[in-house]
């Protein structure tokens, strides 16, 4: 009886996603949605406890301003154009489209099988043999938790330093100081918690609006770029090849450049940690993946073809003293400082609402992570906030942490930067990880239990080519963008990976081996 006036209760007061973002949806619709998503996440094991409010439409802009390839290609154009160059950033933003897709396509399968938060040390939990699947998904968790914290630093210390370039583009006597930045940076972060916190319940409207900014901005700085630069020939921009970083293999060069090309197309498993938040999310989830990369995909390649174009003197910009090429490039078009700052505004606005959604989505994980007893202290990170239906918790200790990382860039940016570049690299591990899994269990011809959204007799071969792209391209992330190789110029990646790894594992011997067992089973499908 108690039960029964348990389920009443809940039919009668959960939240409608419908009503929030879709006056379209009746509420027959709404409620069998949420019945549904219920006894998925059940099935999972798993209790609902945050409000599905998000949809297609706003998760969609959710996934693609949390990627927003072609604002961060426009801001790091200098390594490619160092390594490879023009022939670099073309041809290899083809290569890791078709890499990035193909990766996306084998995820958004699993987000489809197991649409939880917990996203890819869930997948590992279910997909590896018996005997490795604890120390495995534990690994996983480690990696997925670090590497969402990387990748949230990395747009927001963009903005930052976008605005100190700004400073030495608009007041020659500006002294460029490492703590600006920081200072810059932390204000960043510090907006986005608010919004994940405080405005937490119109942040799905707010992407929806944001998407239309992404596209509407892509339209704003591409026209007056094309109209007003000087324009290179077709067969610079297509057939130039550079190789300034010092290295004897030009093959070697091309394949260090795709850090330019690889960066921009990361994060996209961020809708995956927000499963729990959305309705039908084992159909959604894989639909706004992969619509996300062919959106972010077409605007991006646009994009990158007009700077090729409109670059001007490579030399030059790559001298630039405010320390980004595409502010030099737009001032060159330009000729106006107004314009100039105005343009790279939009740029920065674009980092502040990435930011938004890698918070969110960090926070999403490292909750998860919390939950399954993968964290120190995980009951108390565990937790979620009646009121406002957010791990509040969560999204404090991935702040706390981000705003700690910042402080390192006042010693040692090079430091910094290697945590940062930590995000490409580590993400990349994850998205290996259960791909690898999932062939194995293809090729050994077991059940596997795909959701709705499946690729059928392809997956196979999109898997394995997914596995190889994102093999190749690893083994680059790690090199050094120059040679000869020293301090200041070293990639110190591996470093932190590898700390990454031996962190994991004295955490695993101390803690994790007696406590954590894989995702924990909070219901069962009867309840």
């Given amino acids: 009886?108690?039960?029964?006036?348990?389920?009443?209760k809940k039919r009668f007061t959960e939240p409608s996603a419908a009503d929030a973002e879709q006056n379209s949806h009746n509420a027959l619709s709404s409620s069998n949605s949420s019945s549904r998503d219920a006894r998925t996440l059940a099935q999972l094991g798993k209790k609902q406890q945050l409000k599905r409010s998000f949809g297609f439409l706003s998760m969609l802009g959710f996934s693609t301003t949390l990627m927003a390839t072609w604002e961060p290609l426009a801001a790091?154009?200098?390594g490619g154009?160092?390594?490879?160059?023009?022939?670099?950033?073309?041809?290899?933003?083809?290569?890791?489209?078709l890499g990035t897709l193909a990766t996306c396509a084998s995820l958004a399968e699993m987000?489809?099988?197991?649409?939880?938060?917990?996203?890819?040390y869930h997948w590992t939990a279910q997909l590896a043999p018996a005997r490795a699947s604890i120390p495995t998904s534990w690994l996983t968790g480690w990696i997925s938790v670090m590497a969402w914290i990387a990748a949230t630093a990395s747009p927001a210390f963009l903005g930052g330093t976008l605005v100190q370039g700004l400073f030495v583009l608009n007041y020659p006597d500006y002294v460029y100081e490492r703590w600006h930045g920081t200072l810059l940076y932390t204000a960043i972060i510090l907006i986005s918690v608010c919004v994940n916190v405080f405005a937490i319940r119109?942040?799905?409207?707010?992407?929806?609006?944001?998407?239309?900014?992404?596209?509407?901005?892509?339209?704003?700085?591409?026209?007056?770029l094309v109209c007003l630069a000087p324009q290179h020939s077709a067969a610079w921009v297509f057939t130039d090849f550079e190789n300034l970083g010092g290295w004897s293999s030009n093959g070697v060069a091309w394949s260090i450049g795709l850090l330019t090309t690889a960066f921009p197309f990361t994060s996209y498993d961020g809708a995956c940690h927000m499963s729990e938040e959305i309705e039908q999310a084992d159909v959604i989830v894989p639909r706004c993946m992969i619509t996300s990369i062919v959106l972010n995909g077409s605007l991006g390649f646009g994009f990158l073809i007009a700077l090729l174009f409109s670059l001007g003197d490579m030399e030059a910009v790559l001298k630039s003293p405010t320390g980004y090429p595409i502010i030099e490039i737009f001032y060159r078009a330009t000729n106006s400082r107004t314009a100039t700052t105005v343009m790279i505004s939009g740029l920065v606005a674009s980092a502040v609402f990435s930011t938004l959604g890698l918070l969110a989505s960090a926070s999403r994980t490292t909750w998860a992570f919390a939950r399954d007893n993968g964290l120190p202290y995980s009951k108390y990170f565990a937790y979620v906030s009646s009121k406002r239906a957010i791990p509040v918790r969560a999204i404090m200790l991935t702040t706390i942490t981000l705003i700690l990382l910042g402080l390192i860039n006042i010693g040692s940016t090079t430091a910094f930067y290697a945590i940062v570049g930590l995000a490409t690299v580590a993400l990349y591990a994850t998205y290996l990880i259960p791909i690898v899994l999932l062939v194995m269990r293809r090729f050994s011809n077991d059940v596997i239990p795909f959701g709705p959204w499946k690729m059928g007799r392809y997956g196979l071969h999109v898997n394995l080519f997914s596995i190889a792209y994102t093999v190749y391209t690893s083994l680059f992330l790690f090199f050094p963008p120059y040679r000869p190789i020293d301090a200041t110029n070293m990639n110190y990646s591996s470093v932190v990976f590898g700390g990454v790894l031996l962190i994991s594992a004295i955490c695993w011997l101390i803690y994790g081996r007696k406590k954590y067992i894989g995702p924990i089973k909070e219901v069962t499908q009867t309840e």
């Fill in 76 to 78: 790091l154009l200098q």
């Fill in 202 to 224: 119109i942040l799905p409207h707010l992407e929806s609006l944001i998407l239309i900014m992404h596209i509407g901005l892509w339209f704003i700085l591409l026209i007056p």
């Fill in 81 to 97: 154009l160092i390594n490879g160059g023009p022939v670099c950033l073309i041809y290899g933003f083809i290569f890791c489209f």
């Fill in 1 to 8: 009886m108690a039960s029964n006036s348990y389920e009443m």
């Fill in 111 to 120: 987000a489809s099988m197991a649409p939880t938060s917990g996203g890819q």
